[in-house]
């Protein structure tokens, strides 16, 4: 017997119906009770869930994109990183690179090997890109010019350096580079010049004298990039 | 006791209770189930998807023209004897949980799309019409 229908003994009919109902009003409230805390705890965890790493992978995201952006500080064009650059990371100088990452744990690394480590970054939220490592290569040619006899790089390049040293009597008055004069002077050119040449053609050099040039007195020197594949990862955790 | 009635009162408050409670647990269900969860997949895809079309863009050609895209699309026999080195192209570049599809003006290198996987895309203007790149997790 329970204590509902103890106080309810003596009573009338609609009383007791009344007891009945306080105590399944009171079972109700308690279920309504723990259905609402069951809620409030998911929501609160729905809500930190998805607060919790925002702003991480929100800096992750920008540190990324302007590590890979074609003038960033680490990188020769659009998504292609210097090794040089690359490899001489040093936290002080990546701040200072990149303010952004001030005051923040970040992980850089490239192929999963860390270049450089700020703060105590292990978890946290990770951007990955694609990217490609150049490394600068220097080729030298030396062949003999004269009329109708051109240099054609193998590779292509962005720019050349030229050292101009003709035999006594010999003028060298113009250089071009797929036709283009680069340069030029009439009094003879002498001494060593760098050439900017497009990176979207193969390049052509000419050389105009008055005479023959052997071998070794026009040195071109081009920088072809070689470059690998890698992939990219910034983590930023907290 | 009047059995009827008695019955009445209890059901009544009971029935409140689970409605109540059904309410209460479709609130919490909405926010257990359908809250979105920004894992960031797709920007993440879209980021290879940039990435790809970027280095494709600028990478230089096998034999001639100005860019390896720029080659690749000059003509329809162009593209189908580079068709299968760009394609060993992008499997090199991308990572390798990726899979990808490149539609060119001539036609598609890669893989079938799967339907309903998460897809980034990337579209890259070349002279001869717009070359669109897209990964997804394979």
Request: charged residues 20%; proline residues 6%.
């Amino acid at each position: 017997m329970t204590a509902a229908e103890v106080r309810g003994a003596g009573r009338r009919p609609s009383e007791q119906r009344g007891q009945a109902n306080l105590l399944a009003v009171g079972v109700a409230l308690l279920l309504v009770t723990g259905a609402l805390g069951v809620a409030v705890a998911f929501s609160d965890g729905a809500f930190a869930g998805v607060d919790r790493t925002a702003g991480d992978r929100r800096l992750a995201d920008s540190l990324a994109a302007r590590v890979v952006a074609s003038d960033g500080p680490l990188a020769a064009r659009e998504n292609v990183l210097r090794r040089d650059a690359v490899e001489n990371l040093t936290p002080a100088s990546f701040e200072d690179a990149f303010p952004a990452a001030r005051g923040h744990a970040v992980r850089v690394a490239l192929d999963g090997h860390t270049l450089v480590r700020t703060g105590d970054a292990t978890g946290g939220e990770t951007v990955r890109r694609i990217v490609l490592v150049a490394r600068r290569q220097s080729r030298t040619y030396a062949p003999a010019f004269g009329a109708g006899v051109d240099l054609t790089l193998p590779r292509r390049t962005g720019a050349l350096d030229l050292v101009v040293r003709p035999p006594p009597g010999t003028v060298v008055r113009t250089v071009r580079a797929d036709g283009r004069i680069v340069l030029r002077d009439p009094d003879g050119l002498r001494g060593a010049y760098r050439v900017r040449v497009s990176r979207y053609r193969t390049t052509t050099v000419a050389v105009d004298a008055n005479g023959s040039l052997p071998a070794g007195s026009v040195r071109v020197t081009a920088h072809p990039s070689v470059t690998e594949k890698a992939t990219l990862a910034v983590t930023v955790d907290g | 006791m009047a059995e009827g009635s008695a019955r009445g009162q209890l059901s009544l408050a009971a029935i409140e209770a689970a409605v109540g409670v059904l309410l209460v647990l479709g609130v919490t269900a909405g926010f257990a189930l359908s809250v979105p969860h920004p894992d960031g997949s797709v920007q993440q895809l879209d980021a290879y998807a940039h990435d790809a079309g970027t280095v494709l863009a600028t990478a230089p050609p096998r034999h001639g023209g100005a860019t390896r895209l720029s080659e690749v699309t000059a003509s329809r026999a162009r593209f189908e004897r580079e068709r299968a080195s760009l394609r060993r192209r992008l499997v090199r570049t991308l990572p390798a949980n990726l899979l990808f599809r490149v539609e060119t003006p001539y036609g598609p290198v890669g893989y079938p799309r799967p339907p309903g996987v998460a897809v980034g895309t990337a579209t890259i203007a070349t002279a001869n019409g717009p070359v669109t790149v897209e990964v997804w997790y394979a």
